[in-house]
Each structure stands twice: as structure tokens, then as C-alpha cells.
């Protein structure tokens, strides 16, 4: 039993296997994304069914297999599901933060540190209900994107790098854009909606609280066509979040 590896990880997705085994995807601390068995897991007399459900950041032990490794040991550590699927807001906002790890992760078994303590971080707020959750799947998704090489410019010319603000704003470009490397359809954006974007992207809070709520309307459309624009593929679960806010958010 030496060859017996343990973990740390987010459950991103389940899926079926024979009659009561399933296929658990987690994002992990040391090995990035990794698919294992879980045996007899929907059986009634499961033992860590519960425990691997999406948003469940647990401890895991794993026994080497032929192609999938098997679970044999689970404990929890946070359970982020019990703050986050009775609120329809948060749990639209979830499912596209782990959809959008999951698409991150291409490669099994490579660590991306960075990209799990993200989503540990946003899953954690949104759990708690600390922020509009909007507002977290936009900072969340901003991070996730400089993760990848592909955060959206802002603060400088996407095309030539001059310092803004510019007031030009291109997908294709890469971000905003100075007058001189506008693309032909490029949107203009308000000066709020680029300074929420920034601030969002550094977790300046306190910026991101002076904003107007139209700006946080426009900020979100930008981000989701960016992400989904590098992915070149619409996430499923995107259209499916609830943007609108919430009495105690609009009074925050």
C-alpha cells in the first residue's frame, strides 16, 4: 500500500460509472486536475457519498489504477455546497467558477497552484455570502484569465501598450485600445466600467464598491465575451447566472 497518494481538492464535476460507481474530476493543491473512482459511492450505504459532491473541498487519499486511480479515503474540509446551492445566484455563479476551471485544466496531473487557491478563494465568498456574487464571478474570472496569459488590457493599448485609459475597448485586440489601434467595431466602454474591471482584477474592493451598477452590468458582458472568446467556446453554465442585484447589495 506505499504507492497510496493523498490531496487536497475541489470536486469540479461527477459523472456516472456502471450502477453505483462514479467518475469524480477534482482540481487538487499538488497535482492539478485529476479523475478518480469513487466504488460504490451511490449506494445508499455509501460512506463519503456526500462528500463528493461538486463544491466539496476535501482531503483525499488515492490508490493507484490501471487508467483511473480509486478513492479510498475522504474527509472534509469545507463543505462550500451548504452556502451555495439554496441561493440560485450563487450557485449559477459556482457552477460557471468550476466550469471554467475545469476548461482551464486541459492537462491532468500538471499542478496549478495558483488556479486552485483561486477557486478555493471565490467558492469560500461565495459560500459565506459575503459579496454580490456577480461580483465575485467577474474577479474570479478576471484572475482566472491572467492565470492563463490571457487577462483583458485595461490600463494600457492592448495592440501598441501606451497608457491609458482608452476609451476603445476590442475582443479581438486583446482590451482597450488607443486611438491610433482601434479596430473597426470596437465598443466604448465607460471610464467606470474599465476602472471596475482593473479593480476587480487586483481585489480592490472599495473601488469596486463606488462603482455605479450600470457599470457592473457592462463589466460582466465584457468579461464572459473575453473569457469565452480565448476558450473559443461558450461555457455552459455562463448564460444560466443571475445578474441582477439584490436589495441588500444595492443598499451596500
Known sequence: MANLYRDTGIVLRVQKLGEADRIITFLTQKHGKLRAVAKGVR???????????????????????RSLDIITQVQTLDAFGVGIVTDYQRYTAACAILETA?????????????????????????????????LLLDAFLMR????????????????????????????????????????AGSSSPSQDTLTLLSALLHGQW????????????????????????HLERQLRSLPLVERRTRPEDALG
Not at 47 to 52: E, I, N, V
Not at 111 to 123: D, E, I, K, S, T
Not at 163 to 170: C, D, E, I, N, V
Not at 219 to 229: F, K, M, P, R
Open 144 to 183: 482566472a484569465m491572467a492565470f492563463a496569459g490571457w487577462a483583458p488590457a485595461v490600463n494600457e493599448c492592448a495592440k501598441c501598450g501606451n497608457p491609458g485609459p482608452h476609451r476603445a475597448f476590442s475582443i479581438q485586440a486583446g482590451g482597450s485600445c488607443c486611438p491610433t489601434c482601434r479596430p
Open 102 to 134: 475545469d476548461r482551464l485544466t486541459a492537462e491532468e496531473g500538471e499542478p496549478v497552484l495558483r488556479l486552485y487557491m483561486l477557486v478555493a478563494g471565490a467558492l469560500r465568498a461565495l459560500s459565506n455570502g459575503e459579496r454580490d456574487p456577480s
Open 206 to 229: 472599495t473601488v469596486v464598491d463606488e462603482i455605479p451598477h450600470i457599470a457592473r452590468r457592462d463589466a460582466s458582458g465584457l468579461v464572459a465575451a473575453h473569457l469565452q472568446w
Open 43 to 65: 449506494r445508499t450505504s455509501s460512506k463519503f457519498g456526500a462528500r463528493l459532491e461538486p463544491f466539496c473541498h476535501v482531503d483525499v487519499q488515492f490508490h493507484p489504477g
